[in-house]
């Protein structure tokens, strides 16, 4: 059996969350998921909410009008487990490479 499908019993047994819409808090601290292409090689940049709502995989534009979801939000289509994931993005002031942080840090 699958985690899915797993996910899938535990939700009908009411041992999963039974919501609809799941609230995710992401911090960014500067590693894998900020970076992006530059002359050289991967960086850290902020501005990670505004280019994950560019893909509708994580952002699901008509819903969030509809709802009037505030602009902090972002939301995704319904997940395979019939949910929504509502998150916000919090990012440090200091974007740091994962691979140059030091102890300071």
């Not at 499908?5 to 960014?28: C, F, P, Q, Y």
């Not at 819903?63 to 929504?84: H, S």
Request: contains cysteine.
């Amino acid at each position: 059996m699958t985690r899915l499908n797993e996910m899938e019993e535990e939700k009908r047994e009411g041992h999963a969350s039974t919501k609809e819409v799941s609230d995710v808090l992401l911090i960014v601290t500067g590693g894998t998921l900020c970076m992006v292409d530059s002359p050289g090689g991967y960086v850290p940049q902020k501005g990670l909410a505004n280019r994950l709502k560019q893909n509708h995989a994580f952002y699901d534009r008509e819903f969030a009008q509809k709802n009037k979801l505030e602009d902090e939000w972002l939301v995704t289509p319904v997940t395979p487990l019939k949910q929504r994931i509502r998150f916000k993005v919090l990012e440090f002031d200091n974007l740091i490479d994962s691979s140059c942080i030091k102890i300071e840090d």
